[in-house]
């Protein structure tokens, strides 16, 4: 799957104002954070709503950077690049999609997390998230910890799909949707 790919799944009468496909930095992720400011600014978002995209934009971004592998079977190693495509309806409202390749070990942590957020209204979201911050246990480092959480806070509805390419690598694609006005799904 490519960026081209997850442009097309943008709807017909959306925009795209940022779109790449490569390997990610700290750098380019401020960079990118600054386009998307730019962005804010100029559609006069409101300051919750464009807070809400950097934060879900930087949490997929850093997911990426901490799980990314590569297509290979026995390579283990982080490849830190991934797509990552943010977009709004004519609506306004806004779409944040990423996806990577991740290791199966990595889909075994990632997995039950974003189950269990599924599972749970804004209210129980906000109550896991502040017993997983106090209890300090995946607060830091990678294991699927309380990044998703953060997104699923922030964002009016996740999705996540796994599509395997080998036994032990799996494309990974999430969709973070931000409303901006009631009339959302």
Known sequence: MNINHIQH?????GIV????????????ISGMTEALEKEAQYNDLKMNISNNIFII??????????????????????KPEGLILVSKDIKGNYFIDSQNIVAIEDKDKIEPRLQEIE??????????YR?????GKNT?????GIGFYEIAKKCTKIEYKFK???????YFHVKAHIATYEDVE
């Not at 790449?20 to 750098?27: H, M, N, P, R, T």
């Not at 934009?57 to 982080?78: A, C, G, H, V």
């Not at 599972?119 to 896991?128: A, C, M, N, P, T």
């Not at 017993?131 to 209890?135: C, T, Y």
């Open 9 to 13: 799944m943008v709807e017909e009468d």
């Open 17 to 28: 104002f940022l779109s790449y496909g490569g390997f990610l930095s700290q750098e380019l």
């Open 57 to 78: 934009f930087i949490e997929l971004s850093q997911n990426m950077m901490n799980y990314s592998k590569t297509k290979d079977l026995t390579n283990r190693d982080i």
């Open 119 to 128: 599972s749970l209204d804004k209210e129980g979201i906000k109550k896991r």
């Open 131 to 135: 017993e997983l911050r106090k209890n």
């Open 140 to 144: 830091h480092g990678k294991g699927g």
């Open 164 to 170: 395997e390419i080998n036994k032990n690598k799996f």
